[in-house]
């Protein structure tokens, strides 16, 4: 539980949430740092995105163009963040996308991400990408529940030795993403002349270092069924933007979509995460996943507050998950900084249930919210 209630504090000790989490969570100031510990490129690869960068933009935005229409008068006195997800207990519905290469962030890289979300009670989804093995970052997480992303590489064993290993070491889904069938085109990497640091650890594809990976041949969606085979693992499908899609992903025998930009990197002008997801949430509602459970739909893309989190439920999302907050918060203070992305976003979307009437995730839905007309779309 997460509640929120005001307590007078000692002289002299910082303002924090009765949870212990920051009281007030600035990720504009967090990236000013992150700017500022990285080195110029790195920063530019993290915080960049495809071509103009007009989707990676409007992300933020697009969650702001709808407005919360709060509930009175319901007895909601304690806002319970607690969820399942794939049937997976989690301590908030807040979770860490994946993001490739963290060792470039802070020398412990994803092993600090997995110790911050195991603590925050946050899922965890561990890129291909990784700077340490699948099996590492799974021992970081000490048996939290965590899940893993598989890129599709040039060698067909390689990738289905990947798919095993995630089932073996523990973690609780396969995550395809799908939106990566070739890399974006980032200006500012081209610019750079980006290339990943001589001697970074790229722990699960072997290569030389350079330019970040490219993937092999794109997924069909018949890989959907045959990779849940090979990982014994619920399969979610990261990057879908059409409803049309959706349908066909779950019916080629996913447990879950996860409507994604890749965060404005892969290509630009795309509809945000935030007016995509109503679509693809109406096209799968009721839909049932393999195991006869109903299929679920997590979102990510500019999620900066507790506020946009609470839209992103109330549109449909059982979850949200955040890329470039924890990219900061790893750079600027290692698994702490992650911790306090991760429990300040959890601790603003609790203290906005509350003041909605919103008891729990569940309790989030469409009455809560109005495109407003005055507003420019
Ligand atoms: C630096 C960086 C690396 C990323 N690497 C991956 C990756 O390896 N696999 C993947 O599925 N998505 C990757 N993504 C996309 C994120 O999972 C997520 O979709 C996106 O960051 C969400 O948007 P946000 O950063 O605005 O929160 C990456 C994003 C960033 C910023
Ligand atoms: C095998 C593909 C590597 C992609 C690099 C990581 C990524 O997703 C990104 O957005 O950057």
């Not at 963040?81 to 994946?98: F, I, K």
């Not at 594809?205 to 490219?214: I, L, R, V």
């Not at 090979?230 to 959706?246: F, N, Q």
Request: net charge negative.
């Amino acid at each position: 539980m997460t509640g929120l209630t005001q307590r007078r504090r000692e002289p002299g000790e910082q303002p924090r949430s009765t949870d212990g989490g920051p009281a007030h969570l600035d990720l504009d100031d967090l990236e000013t740092r992150a700017r500022s510990a990285l080195p110029a490129e790195v920063f530019d690869y993290y915080a960049g995105g495809a071509d103009a960068e007009v989707t990676l933009g409007e992300a933020p935005q697009a969650w702001r163009s709808w407005r919360l229409r709060p509930r009175v008068l319901r007895g909601v006195d304690h806002a319970d963040l607690t969820t399942t997800l794939l049937g997976t207990p989690a301590a908030t519905p807040v979770g860490v996308a994946p993001w490739a290469y963290q060792g470039m962030a802070h020398p412990d890289g994803e092993l600090a991400t997995a110790r911050a979300a195991a603590g925050a009670g946050a899922l965890l989804t561990v890129s291909t990408s990784a700077t340490h093995t699948v099996e590492e970052v799974a021992s970081a997480s000490a048996g939290a529940p965590a899940w893993f992303q598989l890129y599709r590489q040039h060698s067909p064993v390689h990738t289905d030795d990947l798919a095993r290993r995630a089932g073996a070491a523990g973690y609780r889904a396969l995550v395809l993403t799908v939106d990566l069938p070739v890399l974006g085109r980032r200006r500012r990497d081209l610019r750079n002349d980006f290339a990943l640091p001589a001697g970074l650890r790229m722990a699960n594809q072997p290569a030389p270092g350079g330019a970040p990976a490219e993937p092999g041949p794109p997924w069909t969606a018949a890989d959907i069924g045959r990779f849940a085979d090979l990982s014994g693992l619920p399969v979610v499908v990261k990057g879908v933007l059409r409803g049309d899609d959706a349908l066909a992903c779950v019916r080629a025998g996913a447990s879950a979509v996860w409507v994604s930009t890749h965060g404005g990197r892969q290509v630009d002008l795309v509809v945000p995460s935030a007016h995509a997801l109503p679509e693809v949430v109406d096209a799968v509602l009721g839909e049932p996943g393999p195991d006869g459970a109903d299929v679920e739909v997590y979102v990510d893309g500019g999620v900066r507050s507790g506020t946009d989190a609470l839209v992103a439920l109330a549109l449909g999302a059982r979850a949200v998950f955040v890329g470039r907050p924890t990219v900061w918060g790893l750079a600027t203070g290692g698994a702490a900084g992650v911790r306090a992305v991760l429990d300040g976003l959890s601790a603003e979307l609790a203290h906005a249930m509350l003041l909605c009437g919103v008891a729990s995730p569940a309790d989030a839905g469409p009455d809560l919210l109005v495109r407003s007309g005055w507003l420019p779309r």
